[in-house]
């Protein structure tokens, strides 16, 4: 069974920093692309950070290039896979439902969250002014 599990949100100061982590397991880890997306009520899911578990090369939206950055620990096959989401210097317009997705493959059209078939559940990010 396919498991998404985000952990690390919560509430900061604008100018503050959060990390958030993802458990993944149960498919190929190093095989597919894992991403974050966030979202706003009332608003589309937006991708915000990928990373392609095999080559580890990653890819930001670019109103997150050099504030965000994502990053793995252990693509061993067959055991639990962490991603994490290093977020700094955040202003109150990043509060959003965090979530960890991914898709198989590279990181081909990574921002449409229509090529996910996983998602974890979420973990709320809030940035107070």
């Known amino acids: 069974e396919v498991q998404l599990v985000e952990s690390g949100g919560g509430s900061v100061q604008a100018g503050g920093s959060l990390r958030l982590s993802c458990e993944a397991s149960g498919f190929t880890y190093s095989s597919y692309c894992v991403a974050w997306f966030r979202q706003v009520s009332g608003k589309d899911r937006e991708g915000v950070a990928a990373?392609?578990?095999?080559?580890?090369?990653?890819?930001?939206?670019?109103s997150v290039k050099g504030r965000y950055t994502i990053s793995q620990d252990n693509t061993q096959e067959n055991t639990k896979n962490t991603l994490y989401l290093q977020m700094d210097s955040l202003p109150p317009e990043d509060t959003a439902l965090y979530y960890c997705?991914?898709?198989?493959?590279?990181?081909?059209?990574?921002?449409?969250?229509?090529?996910?078939?996983?998602w974890g559940q979420g973990t709320q990010v809030t940035v107070s002014s």
């Open positions: 997705a991914a898709m198989p493959g590279p990181c081909i059209n990574w921002g449409n969250p229509q090529n996910h078939p996983y």
């Open positions: 990373i392609y578990a095999r080559s580890g090369s990653t890819y930001y939206h670019d």
